[in-house]
């Protein structure tokens, strides 16, 4: 069966400095974030003024994406919904099935597995569904994609772009670094045993081989939520430190874990990372994230022409098995432990 439209889904940010507080309301509501914390994070987002780049980065996608259908022969609506703000999935999955799409492909913009990932994603793609009622569109997220050529190349590329930004003396020694937003652990052991975390570690060693890297790190950033919970480790930070001892003199670090340079790449590590390597007499340089690039709309279109045609997953060997990965209808888990 052939797709009438692409809803592409995210996870939202707000676009005026009055949207910052309920917006990180939503995002954190039931996890008992005490409000001094998210008063903590808003300023990161009023340091921007109050506007966080992913809805604008989305609607560039958007755009590329429209033209690589259209160079394709293809005369698909792209829709765009969100998770924790405007346009949020219900509204656009109810004006989806008002404007007549009986079935829609959705591009998720996370590569990976695990329940942030790709199961929350689900969850979104129900209650989207179940918004409009019983005339909702079939919904069928396409697969995660971070192994996928495209994905790859842009992060190596990008990893190039960099280094050629650091002193020329610096080049060769400086130690590339990949970081991807941690988790708790009794989050990471859902959805498959450790899938997200497998997944990231797999699609790292592509990349650092694309680039032309035997050795790297690989590290997380961006935890919050209370000091007893264990997440994910090293720290990034944390771990700049380390390298600092070691007398490790510049740094490229790759957001791997990140398809758009939205707060947590540009605050987390473009001025905290930043200051700290600074401090420390680390030249530093961070590799950029896909973006609107056209081929990261390549790579949906792709993704698309797969799950249309039934065609093999256009993947990146790697020297080990691939951690398992699926798409998924109406919000369905695409492993039995994502329903848990």
Not at 25 to 40: A, D, H
Not at 79 to 108: L, Q
Not at 237 to 261: K, M, Q, S, Y
Request: charged share 20%; with cysteine.
């Amino acid at each position: 069966m052939s797709f009438d439209a692409l809803l592409l889904l995210s996870f939202g940010g707000p676009e005026a400095p009055e949207q910052v507080m309920p917006f990180l309301e939503n995002v954190t509501r039931g996890r008992g974030i005490p409000r001094e914390r998210l008063e903590s994070v808003a300023e990161h987002y009023l340091h921007f003024g109050g506007v966080s780049p992913i809805n604008g980065i989305n609607r560039d996608l958007i755009v590329a994406i429209e033209a690589e259908l259209a160079r394709r022969g293809r005369d698909v609506p792209v829709y765009f919904g969100n998770r924790n703000w405007e346009p949020y999935v219900e509204d656009t999955v109810k004006a989806m099935s008002d404007n007549g799409i009986r079935r829609a492909a959705v591009f998720a913009t996370s590569a990976w597995g695990g329940y942030s990932g790709c199961a929350q994603y689900q969850e979104d793609i129900a209650r989207g569904r179940a918004a409009a009622g019983p005339e909702a569109p079939e919904l069928v997220k396409l697969r995660q994609y971070f192994d996928h050529p495209l994905f790859v190349e842009m992060f190596a590329d990008a990893i190039a772009e960099a280094a050629a930004t650091l002193p020329e003396e610096l080049r060769g020694e400086a130690r590339l670094v990949f970081t991807a937003h941690s988790i708790p652990l009794r989050a990471a052991s859902r959805c498959g045993a450790d899938l997200y975390e497998r997944q990231v570690g797999y699609a790292a060693r592509l990349v650092a081989a694309a680039a032309g890297y035997r050795e790297y790190d690989q590290v997380w950033q961006s935890r919050s939520g209370p000091p007893q919970v264990p997440w994910l480790e090293p720290d990034v930070g944390d771990h700049l430190e380390t390298l600092a001892r070691n007398g490790t003199r510049a740094v490229i670090v790759c957001p791997l874990g990140f398809v758009a340079d939205h707060i947590e790449v540009v605050w987390d590590l473009d001025n905290e990372l930043a200051e700290q390597a600074a401090e420390a007499g680390i030249a530093f340089a961070r590799a950029t994230t896909p973006n609107a690039q056209p081929r990261f709309a390549q790579l949906v279109v792709d993704l698309i022409d797969e799950q249309l045609h039934g065609l093999p997953p256009r993947r990146v060997e790697g020297p080990d098995p691939v951690p398992a990965y699926g798409s998924s209808v109406n919000g369905a888990p695409c492993t039995p432990a994502c329903s848990a």
